[in-house]
Structure formats: structure tokens, C-alpha cells
């Protein structure tokens, strides 16, 4: 046996099979790291709830995307893909958007 200090599972707004685990290590002030943190698919298309909620906030459906993992745990630090500075700036917005309890709700339904 040995400590945990990490844990590294894909995890996002929709891929939330280890939502056990997500609070596990909350619980134990464990980092989680999910992989795949900016989903793709319906969900971020025009008109989408996402798209809605990202408009609301003035953002980008990846910075709210990413704004939803931050919430959702104190320990969960994204690890999203980067391929330009431009890519990287829009990542890292994502830690100026403030989410609504409402919109927060919202987006946690998707599942």
C-alpha cells in the first residue's frame, strides 16, 4: 500500500463514469487530473445547452467546459490539449469564467 497523491481518468461535462472517484478524492485532498477534459460532440454545437450557457458568459464552449471541471471539485486540475498559443490563451480564460449555480446545474444535467 502506498499514499495517493494523483489520480488521472478521463473525465468531462459528459464522460462522468468516475464521478465516484471525482469525489473520493475531493473528499481525501487528492489531486484528480482528468484527461480529455473538453468533450466534443452535439452538446458543443451552435444551440447546443452549452453553447447557450458559454454565449451567457461571453465564452467559448471550452472555457466553460473547462469552468464546469473547476467547479465541480477543488482538486480537479484539466489537463486539456494545446496546439497554439492562441489554443492556450483560450484554456486559460477559462479560469476568468464564473459559472451561475444555475448554469452550473445545467451543464451537470448534460450527463
Known amino acids: 500500500m502506498t499514499p495517493i497523491a494523483a489520480v488521472q481518468n478521463m473525465y468531462n461535462l459528459v464522460a462522468r463514469e ?3 472517484v471525482v469525489d473520493y478524492a475531493a473528499a481525501n485532498d487528492i489531486a484528480f487530473l482528468p484527461f480529455f477534459p473538453i ?3 452535439g452538446h458543443t ?3 447546443s445547452p452549452l453553447a447557450g450557457v458559454a ?8 472555457q466553460t467546459m473547462l469552468a464546469w471541471l473547476l467547479r465541480r471539485s477543488p482538486t480537479i486540475i484539466p ?3 494545446t496546439t497554439s498559443l492562441a489554443h492556450l490563451e ?3 480564460g477559462a479560469l476568468s469564467v464564473k459559472l451561475s449555480d444555475e ?3 445545467r451543464l451537470s444535467a448534460l450527463s
Open 55 to 62: 454565449s451567457e458568459g461571453g465564452a467559448t464552449p471550452a
Open 103 to 105: 448554469q452550473y446545474e
Open 79 to 81: 489537463i486539456p490539449g
Open 18 to 20: 468516475d464521478e465516484d
Open 90 to 92: 483560450e484554456n486559460l
Open 39 to 41: 468533450a466534443m460532440g
Open 45 to 47: 454545437g451552435s444551440g
